[in-house]
RNA sequence: GCGAUCAUAGUUCAGUGGUAGAACAUCGGUUUGUGGUACCGAGUAUCUGGGUCCGAUUCCCAGUGAUCGCCCCA
């Protein structure tokens, strides 16, 4: 829903004054633009759960974290995507800035990433060098649930190895990430697409079996035909899918270098225990690859699946754009898409560790007295809840309450004078008066002899 | 880019051609410095712009946005 935010009330003289010297300012729009949201704090423990395992995962897999700008130039983009994908054609934000550059925000991030490793001279390092990537990408497209306009990607890339067994390491991690977040039913989906010289082969059989066939495709296929003729494969078109389903598939005629790739791929992902499926439809919207491609979808065979990422070796965009010929590979996950899918198998989200102190204050000099407290206890280590604004100790306990805390303690104005702090257990109700001076300690220890208390009951 | 449905407090929902109500949430209070339950009270909303009408939040049109399907993918 559109909200406006209602404009302060400006009393009439002064409104005058700046109605002669500017128009009237638009009034603000309380929304982002379309297909982009908040990432509210309620969510934010999914997206903690989500930060922790791809980060985890990363580093175990011997990833290091590069992070890229969010705009490139445009010709990056149109170079390793393809001219002709969708992506490009009509998803790109695209712009020029004011110095005449065109600027595109990243609809992904291999690109990108691509380029920083030609540009920083990565080739040099110790192959195969492994890149993780995290952050907003954006495509002009129509919203919907997971699929946003700005959402969220985390990135695996590998330069520099062309062993098959790295294709299968990588699949490895993708459906790794995927379930260590919770989500356990998911399929891997395979496939070789071949390199420049089997796919034009291919290819070009494509084109003449589906052109004997026009006549039986949907309006848009028979345009892909000259732009894209592999994404007919993947038209969902019931009449073009029959088409599809009999058309000659790409593992079929691969040459032989890329035909061993795909076979040793398969074994290698045997020996893993990672069920997959050969998908021959599986031709992904972006240019680049070469090779292996895989997608990971939720779901089991039957019922709803929806593609929680996908990626696949790009062989070959190293040296398109300008550097040495590199072979690569990598995935992305959508961010958004996965906890969609979490929730939806009701997957434990992170618990950041909350507060089991509450620190009451009353009166004026104990106000003041708290706040040092408060930072006392908090560089011992000690998580403490507050809430300074409020006068009332009622309404402070309700606070404590609310939040959950085991012990509050309490400052008021006799306190203060005596230097002496009350100690309350919330459970028990039970109180005592403690020296200030004693009491960082007696509070570190109370919460390690609770701690002992609560192991002992989660154990019985 | 195409099609469908929808749009009322922070949230989930009522309701009406005469400018709106609940629940939950929030905040305050139920005697001065003690929480959970209970009770009392408060604030906050008809997405935007036009049209019909004496009068629209309600009917009509457009816009915007959300959801769903297609397309595509993350």
């Known amino acids: 829903m559109a909200k406006t935010i209602k404009k302060p009330a400006v009393k009439k003289e002064a409104a005058k004054k700046t109605a002669v010297v500017k128009k009237e300012a638009e009034p603000i729009v309380a929304q982002p633009p379309r297909g982009m949201k908040d990432i509210l704090p309620t969510d934010q423990p999914y997206w903690d759960q989500v930060r922790r395992v791809t980060e985890k995962l990363s580093r175990e897999y011997g990833f290091s974290r590069i992070d890229t700008p969010l705009a490139e130039f445009s010709n ?44 920083h001279g990565m080739s040099v ?37 062309q062993d098959p067994i790295l294709d299968a390491q990588m699949i490895q991690v993708a459906a790794r990430v ?36 026009a006549n039986k ?81 939720s779901g089991s065979e039957e019922g709803r699946k929806s593609a929680l990422g996908g990626g696949g070796r790009y062989d070959n965009l190293v040296k398109l754009l300008g550097g040495e010929a590199t072979p690569a590979i990598g995935f992305g996950l959508g961010v958004e898409r996965l906890i969609i899918e979490m929730k939806r198998v009701q997957a434990k989200p992170y618990k950041a560790p909350k507060p089991k102190v509450f620190l009451a204050q009353l009166g004026e000099l104990a106000k003041k007295k708290s706040l040092r407290l408060f930072s006392e206890l908090e560089k011992n280590g000690i998580l403490v809840a507050e809430s300074f604004g409020r006068g009332s100790l009622n309404s402070q306990l309700r606070v404590a309450n609310r939040l959950g805390v085991e012990m509050t303690l309490i400052l008021g104005q006799k306190e203060a004078l005596d230097k002496t702090v009350i100690i309350k257990n919330m459970t028990t109700g039970e109180q005592e008066t403690v020296s200030m001076d004693k009491l960082v300690d007696l509070v570190k220890k109370k919460l390690k002899t609770d701690n002992v208390v609560t192991y002992h009951e989660n154990h019985n």
């Open 125 to 161: 390092l110790s192959k195969p060098v492994k890149l993780f990537s995290t952050g907003p990408v954006y495509r002009y497209d129509r919203p919907q649930e997971g699929r946003y306009r700005e959402f969220y990607q985390v990135n695996y890339d590998a330069f520099g190895e």
């Open 76 to 119: 990056l983009f149109n170079r390793s995507i393809g001219e002709g994908t969708d992506i490009i054609e009509k998803e790109l934000y695209s712009f020029v800035t004011k110095g005449g550059d065109k600027i595109a925000l990243r609809p992904e991030m291999t690109a990108g990433i691509a380029r920083a490793f030609i540009q």
């Open 217 to 297: 495709l949907c309006i848009d296929c028979k345009r892909r035909l000259d732009a894209n003729p592999l994404r007919v494969l993947d038209c969902k078109e019931d009449k073009c899918s029959q088409v599809a389903a009999s058309a000659p598939q790409s593992v079929d005629h691969l040459c032989e270098e890329c035909r061993v790739h795909f076979k040793s791929l398969l074994e290698y992902l045997d020996e893993l225990d990672l069920p997959y499926t050969i998908n021959p439809r599986l031709v992904r919207g972006l240019d680049y690859y070469t090779k292996t491609v895989f997608e990971i979808w």
């Open 178 to 213: 995927v379930q260590n977040l919770g989500i356990k039913a998911i399929q891997i989906q395979v496939n070789s697409i071949g390199c420049p010289v089997c796919r034009k082969e291919y290819k070009d059989l494509l084109v003449s079996y589906l052109e004997s066939k």
